[in-house]
Structures are given as structure tokens and as C-alpha cells.
């Protein structure tokens, strides 16, 4: 079981919790193409929970290394980009949009899903493994999801009608890539 514990492992426990998240999403998304979306997003926050446990078990046990910086970002994009824009996509958009409409949602997520990939490309060229800064230049794309919760959430509701979700859709992805300082927790 050393493996668990060497940073060189591509199995090791910090690679493991990143594995489950990994998981999360892609069961996450089996359940939005069925439109059970309750247990979706249970699964996407069961996904952004290991997304946080896999960070803070590297630090403490120097699991870092560049297969793992990489593979959270691949998790993080999953999980955070792609699950909540389909959910999105399936629950809002495909549900009470047409037309024009439609094709403007399905830019506008693209929009959102490049501006995802785009920051996480960005973050993985200026992280040094290892290292935690204070803070965040934009909005991370964990919080970036919660924003989209939320969005979805309120359209859910029926406190946000679907056109004003690609009204937030297109901020939140703006901010991904954004100047915006948000503190590391």
C-alpha cells in the first residue's frame, strides 16, 4: 500500500479522491441525459467534495506532483464546466427554449465551456506544483459551478425565466478568465 503515499504514483491517495470526482461527473451526466437532475447535482457535490479533500490530502501528505495537478484539472472540468452547463442545457434550455433561442443557448454554453477550459488551461500553465497562492485570479471554476447552481436553482424556482439564465451564463463564464481576486480558502 505505499503507493497510497508516493508522490510518484499515478494511484496515490490524492489521485484517488480526484478519481472519485471523476466518477461523480460521469455518473452525474448519465443521470442529466435521464433528466433525474436531483440526483445529478447530488453527485456533482459529491464530486466537488472530493474535488477539495484531493487538494488539502496532497499538501499534507506531498503527494503533488504534474500528473496530478493535470488530472484535477481534468476532474475540475468535468465536474465543474461540463456537468453544470448540460445540466443547464438539459433542464433550462431544452426544456423552454426554441428557435433562435435554442441556438443562442447552445452558443452561449459553448461560450461557457470554452471559457472553462480556457481558464483551466491558464491555471495549469502558472501553477508550480506544490504551491497554493493566496488567492485566485478569476473565478475558479468550482465556484464558477456554485454560481451556476444557483442559476439553475433560481430558474428552477421560477424566480429567473431560462432567457436570463444565458444572461448569467454568459457572466459567470466571463469571469472565469476575468482580473477579479477571489481568496483561496
Known amino acids: 500500500m505505499k503507493f497510497l503515499f508516493s508522490p510518484a504514483s499515478h494511484f496515490n491517495l490524492a489521485n484517488l479522491f480526484t478519481f472519485v470526482n471523476i466518477s461523480a461527473g ?85 461560450y461557457y465551456v470554452i471559457s472553462g477550459l480556457r481558464r483551466l488551461i491558464q491555471f495549469n500553465i502558472n501553477a508550480e506544483v506544490g504551491e497554493v497562492s493566496k488567492y485566485f485570479v478569476g473565478v475558479p471554476t468550482p465556484l464558477g459551478a456554485i454560481l451556476l447552481w444557483l442559476v439553475y436553482l433560481a430558474n428552477a424556482y421560477e424566480f429567473l425565466p431560462a432567457f436570463a439564465v444565458l444572461g448569467f451564463m454568459i457572466l459567470v463564464g466571463w469571469t472565469l478568465n476575468s482580473t477579479l481576486k477571489v481568496p483561496h480558502p
Open 26 to 110: 460521469l455518473m452525474a451526466m448519465y443521470f442529466i441525459t435521464h433528466n433525474n437532475f436531483f440526483i445529478a447535482i447530488i453527485l456533482a457535490w459529491i464530486g466537488g467534495a472530493f474535488d477539495i479533500f484531493d487538494g488539502k490530502i496532497a499538501r499534507k501528505y506531498k503527494l503533488s506532483n504534474e500528473f496530478g495537478v493535470q488530472l484535477d484539472s481534468f476532474a475540475d472540468f468535468l465536474s465543474f464546466v461540463v456537468v453544470p452547463v448540460f445540466l443547464i442545457f438539459q433542464a433550462v434550455y431544452a426544456q423552454n427554449l426554441d428557435g433562435i433561442l435554442f441556438i443562442i443557448a447552445g452558443v452561449v454554453s459553448i
